[in-house]
């Protein structure tokens, strides 16, 4: 009896992939493509830029699945390929702007008092918003976002740290407020 494409794991799968296995690839594509593209959109892409790079990062894997080795998992893989596009993007189209953006905004709320963590990422800069969703989001070392910026080190992880205090403070239940039921993070 043949195991179906859904009960293998994504390690099998690259390797079937690498071996020209479309219908695999497919299958690693549904099952990863909205993690890519809930990144990049975090990062700051706009959804059809998401979709456009998310795409062209699932292209770039499946021509280079081989190298894939499965030392960490698919999915962070290919969310660094993605990630590493984005920034590309962001770099030829000159829209990389070192500008905080007004720190005295109230956080964004909706009718229940929640705070979406995407709405408090885009409170943060976009060096900070970047820094810290290809750390935390993407997975990358500081030294490789440093790399891939063309930061000193120093000033990537200080935008980490500005950039998580910063969305602590605006993921904070109200005082007196459960934590359960001031906040919801998507």
């Given at each position: ?92 189209e ?22 979406d ?32 910026l ?14 998580l ?6 993921l ?15």
């Open positions: 009896m043949t195991q179906s494409l859904g009960d293998r794991h994504d390690v099998e799968l690259a390797a079937l992939a690498a071996a020209g296995g479309r219908r695999e690839f497919g299958e690693l594509v549904r099952r990863h493509g909205s993690a890519v593209r809930g990144l990049l959109r975090r990062m700051g892409a706009q959804p059809s830029l998401a979709d456009d790079i998310a795409q062209d990062a699932f292209i770039q894997a499946f021509e280079r699945c081989a190298e894939f080795r499965g030392e960490g998992t698919f999915a962070a893989w290919v969310k660094r390929i993605a990630a590493r596009l984005y920034i590309k993007r962001v770099a030829k000159a829209r990389y702007v070192a500008e905080v953006e007004n720190e005295d905004a109230a956080p964004p709320t909706d009718h229940a008092g929640r705070v963590l995407d709405e408090a990422l885009k409170a943060l800069s976009e060096p900070e918003r970047l820094c810290v969703s290809l750390c935390h989001g993407a997975g990358m070392a500081h030294p490789e976002i440093a790399a891939a063309n930061l000193p080190l120093g000033t990537v992880k200080s935008h980490v740290k500005r950039g205090d910063k969305l602590r403070a605006r904070q239940p109200q005082a007196g407020q459960p934590l359960g039921s001031a906040q919801h993070v998507g």
